[in-house]
């Protein structure tokens, strides 16, 4: 019998999860290893910490996905793959054999830069840590009688911005605005520097009008437990330090035989398949192909889930396998709350509440496939 694992439990695993359940090949015994239970639906992450979804309506139920599909389910952490040998390490010591491969296991933010940011820090990513620390926030906001409460966001991407937002609309409920201190640090000369200009000033309107302290051109130095210091020597106070900061992937990868960039991210070709091993495959954001790089974002993430499964299936089948060739433009709906959103598509970009419906249409019919199963 051919054992297929899937490695992580993120955006393209849990739809061709899914699809495997809808339908199996047969003589196949297959596995998911993941460390977490239920996944996040990035899509949600920032409208969740607002307080807009459940964290059942946000995240992605792997232990009902694996029983729907039929599937073996190892609640572990991956920490190394003997590629020669075919075997993968797990934290918990258990090795676990596969004949083929998929790796779906996302990103971190990159802290490696910053001194004192594994000690103080609070990255995006792994999010249950992210949550964890949230709850915190709120708890520590409902039940002492705060002075003050500083948040600095490092990043101004879209997801720093995203986070921005969202804590100031959950917190601004708790807290008179007084009290309530944000601040985003970016590096660049301006937040959201890979969309057009339009969305970049929008957003710094929005971040004005709800009192945000924008700091550009700042690079963070270290992090301390009450303050953030940048390079230019300038030390922001603050009492939480999220980082939102370019994607990393994990340092174990590099000590596996599969072929990385020079970020450690998997390079693959167009069929999903690793550059030199055919029986591995990678998709999202841990993934690098080749010959289309693109943004770090869970649309691409999405869209390589039905093509993972064709290519799974057609490799099984001794079938030739498909290409897939990711968009060029994708459609970015940020969800500002205060129930609007921006959209930016290219050089196009707009705002408005229809926007904010919008996503909530797409986002909700994505979890349904889901939740309905
Ligand atoms: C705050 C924030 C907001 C964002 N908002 C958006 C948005 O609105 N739209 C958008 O398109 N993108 C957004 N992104 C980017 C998006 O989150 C990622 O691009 C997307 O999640 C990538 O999907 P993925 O499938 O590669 O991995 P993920 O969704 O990160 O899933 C990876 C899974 O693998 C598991 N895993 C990780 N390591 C291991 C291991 N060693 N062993 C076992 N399991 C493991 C993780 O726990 C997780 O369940 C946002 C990012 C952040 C930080």
């Known amino acids: 019998m051919t054992d297929l694992v899937f490695i992580g439990g993120g955006h393209s695993h849990a739809i061709a999860l899914k699809l495997w359940g809808k339908k199996p090949l047969l003589g196949i015994n297959i596995t998911l290893i993941s460390n977490v239970k239920n996944t996040p639906y990035s899509g949600m992450l920032p409208a969740y910490l607002a307080g807009y979804y459940s964290y059942q309506e946000s995240h992605i139920n792997l232990e009902k996905l694996c029983q729907f599909a039929r599937i073996n389910l190892i609640i572990d952490e991956v920490i190394n793959i003997d590629c020669q040998n075919k075997k993968i390490m797990c934290k918990s010591g258990e090795k676990v054999n596969f004949d083929l491969l998929s790796i779906d296991i996302g990103s971190n933010p990159k802290i490696s830069n910053i001194e004192g940011a594994n000690l103080y820090g609070i990255p995006a990513k792994p999010v249950p840590f992210l949550l964890e620390k949230w709850q915190e926030i709120i708890k520590n906001s409902q039940e002492n009688n705060l002075e003050n409460l500083i948040l600095t966001f ?4 879209a997801g720093g911005v995203e986070l921005a937002i969202n804590t100031h609309k959950r917190l601004t409920k708790i807290l008179s605005p007084e009290k309530l201190t944000i601040n985003l640090i970016h590096k660049g000369n301006r937040i959201l520097g890979n969309h057009n200009e339009w969305v970049s000033y929008k957003l710094m309107d929005i971040l004005i009008n709800k009192n945000i302290n924008i700091y550009l051109n700042s690079t963070v130095k270290t ?6 210091i940048l390079t230019s020597g300038k030390q922001i106070i603050s009492n939480y330090h999220f980082l939102v900061t370019e994607a990393s992937a994990p340092l174990w990868l590099k000590n596996s035989s599969i072929m990385t960039d020079e970020n450690g991210f998997i390079l693959i070709k167009n069929t999903l398949q690793s550059i030199n091993y055919d029986f591995i495959f990678a998709t999202g954001d841990i993934a690098n192909m080749i010959n289309y790089p693109h943004p770090k974002a869970g649309v691409f993430a999405v869209k ?11 490799l099984l089948n001794h079938k030739s396998l498909k290409c897939h060739y990711p968009q060029k433009y994708y459609l970015n709906l940020i969800g500002i709350s205060d129930e609007t959103a921006v959209a930016s598509w290219g050089y196009f970009s707009w705002e408005s509440p229809l926007l904010w419906y919008f996503k909530k249409y797409l986002d909700t019919a994505f979890m349904k496939q889901f939740t309905e199963l």
Do not use: R, W
Request: charged content about 25%.
């Open 154 to 157: 490092i990043g101004g991407g």
């Open 223 to 228: 992090i301390k437990k009450e303050e953030v």
């Open 304 to 314: 390589q889930g039905l093509p993972l499964y064709e290519n799974i299936c057609n």
